[in-house]
T-cell receptor
Framework: DTAVSQTPKYLVTQMGNDKSIKCEQNLGHDTMYWYKQDSKKFLKIMFSYNNKELIINETVPNRFSPKSPDKAHLNLHINSLELGDSAVYFC??????????????FGEGSRLTVL | GQQVMQIPQYQHVQEGEDFTTYCNSSTTLSNIQWYKQRPGGHPVFLIQLVKSGEVKKQKRLTFQFGEAKKNSSLHITATQTTDVGTYFCAGGAQKLVFGQGTRLTINP
């Protein structure tokens, strides 16, 4: 039973298209995250939600829009895809408090390739 | 903003040799975490250090948190091929900032 699951695992699309990645966690955690890992393996936080409320919004183009319908789900929608959006997007969750994120549990990642 | 720097970026060793990766933060950290990412996999939590000067061991892995809580290290004794992967440190309170990672490859 996968703790943090993301779909799809692979996504190949043309520039200018819109795509979504979905994430679900069954750990009962309050906090969920989106991280982007580029080709150099650098992991950068994009967004964080706590109990459906956006708490971290890094300097990310507003083409990226996260949505959390409930605390077990965090989706990522990307409009007008660009070549530079190609990366692996990881969803993660944690118990998370304001002073300690706690252990992050990562999903298996969604590899997005923009042609 | 907070920055976490990690060195070296790459390390290649012979199986059985030791390996160390170092992590430095531009600010004092409330805690530091370490993750391992196997090739093609996702980051997996290894450990969290909270106290100044803390040292923790997991079998052949030794983790240290500096006295000033601005640096940390991970040392692997007698590497095995199963240790291959990228090791990340990460620090921060509400927001976990990851270092660039150290990619470890091993010659069997």
């Amino acid at each position: 039973d996968t703790a943090v699951s993301q779909t799809p695992k692979y996504l190949v699309t043309q520039m200018g298209n819109d795509k979504s990645i979905k994430c679900e966690q069954n750990l009962g955690h309050d906090t969920m995250y989106w991280y982007k890992q580029d080709s150099k393996k650098f992991l950068k936080i994009m967004f964080s939600y706590n109990n459906k409320e956006l708490i971290i919004n890094e300097t990310v183009p507003n083409r990226f829009s996260p949505k959390s319908p409930d605390k077990a789900h965090l989706n990522l929608h990307i409009n007008s895809l660009e070549l530079g959006d190609s990366a692996v997007y990881f969803c993660a969750s944690s118990r998370g408090t304001s002073t300690n994120t706690g252990e992050l549990f990562f999903g298996e990642g969604s590899r997005l390739t923009v042609l | 903003g907070q920055q976490v720097m990690q060195i070296p970026q790459y390390q290649h060793v012979q199986e059985g040799e030791d390996f160390t990766t170092y992590c430095n933060s531009s600010t004092t950290l409330s805690n530091i975490q370490w993750y391992k990412q196997r090739p093609g996999g996702h980051p997996v939590f290894l450990i969290q250090l909270v106290k100044s000067g803390e040292v923790k061991k997991q079998k052949r892995l030794t983790f240290q948190f500096g006295e000033a809580k601005k640096n940390s290290s991970l040392h692997i004794t007698a590497t095995q091929t199963t240790d291959v992967g990228t090791y990340f440190c990460a620090g921060g309170a509400q927001k976990l900032v990851f270092g660039q990672g150290t990619r470890l490859t091993i010659n069997p």
